[in-house]
């Protein structure tokens, strides 16, 4: 009676330790945008959610439907979002990853050479027509803050408030 207690009691301790293995995070490695098309690790915000979970596994928590943004995949230690179903992608101010133009930071007055003339300008923000939609660049003090790039043209692209 006794060898089956200790053997049912090693057991028992056996299969709490296995489930108290710690696992590790899913890794994305640097996060590269390209934008003059489009993308972020080659990936459009216009791919159905499974293939972007699946290429970008890193996410900082499963997409939870927000009435107004509806579904949101965040990245916040690179400050990332990808609205899923508005289909852009939200570059902020501590992005960390590489830009194929550095833009954040950039003054407003440089962007000519890179991106030509907005097709539609505000006091805070330009929206710049791209061969894969709309690129639409929002300005603090003159200098660019956030990013936001969808396959999108600007007549159809309803962003989060």
């Known amino acids: ?16 330790q296995v489930q108290g293995q710690l696992t590790a995070k899913p890794a994305c490695g640097l996060f590269t945008v390209d934008i003059l098309n489009g993308t972020i690790n080659n990936l459009r ?8 979970r699946e290429q970008l596994p890193c996410y900082s928590s499963d997409p939870k439907k927000d009435s107004t943004c509806g579904r949101t995949l965040l990245f916040t230690d690179r400050d990332v ?68 790039f969808s396959t999108q043209g600007t007549e159809q692209l309803s962003l989060c408030q």
């Open 1 to 16: 009676m006794r060898n089956i207690f200790l053997t049912l009691t090693l057991f028992s301790l056996l299969a709490l």
């Open 45 to 52: 915000p216009n791919l159905n959610e499974q293939e972007i």
């Open 81 to 148: 979002k990808i609205f899923l179903q508005r289909k852009y992608v939200e570059i902020g101010p501590d992005f960390k990853g590489k830009l194929s133009i550095p833009l954040i930071g950039a003054n407003r007055d440089v962007l000519f050479k890179w991106l030509g003339n907005p097709k539609i300008k505000d006091t805070d923000w330009d929206a710049f027509q791209m061969q894969y939609g709309t690129l639409v660049l929002h300005y603090d003090k003159g200098k660019v803050k956030l990013i936001q």
